[in-house]
């Protein structure tokens, strides 16, 4: 198996990896985003989501790169930070803005879950 097949899924299947989990997750913030219409006023709000929603993956695979034990979880500690800040402007655009209520309820759950997995990391280490 080479390294790009680690991350094909079947449709509705979850990794059991938190570095592929993410990546998923952050592929599908931007499905959503891209599919997503809103006035210019709002731009900033989907770009932070962006933002946030794709540093948890990153994140979680530079700290696997990390040099040293406080370094991993220092980059853990920056996705788990990212990944709350994911669901705030998650919960934001879906309380303020007229979007696909289930979608955006679908990717919170999401970033909730991961956001447990990655605080439960962050403690059993």
């Known amino acids: 198996m080479n390294f790009e097949d ?12 938190i ?9 599908d913030l931007v499905l959503f985003i891209k599919g997503a219409s809103y006035d210019r006023i709002f731009i900033s709000m989907f770009d ?5 929603g794709t540093s948890i993956g990153a994140n979680l695979v530079e700290g696997r790169a990390g040099s040293s034990k406080k370094d991993w979880r220092n980059y853990y500690a920056i996705a788990l930070k990212s990944a709350n800040e994911t669901k705030y402007w998650l919960c934001l655009i879906r309380d303020t803005l007229d979007q696909d209520k289930v979608r ?7 970033a909730d879950e991961l956001s447990k997995i990655i605080a439960s990391i962050i403690i059993s280490e």
């Open 6 to 17: 680690l991350y094909l899924l079947e449709d509705g299947e979850k990794p059991y990896n």
């Open 19 to 27: 570095r592929h989990r993410a990546f998923h997750f952050s592929k």
């Open 48 to 52: 932070q989501l962006l933002r946030s």
């Open 104 to 110: 955006l309820n679908e990717l919170l759950k999401e």
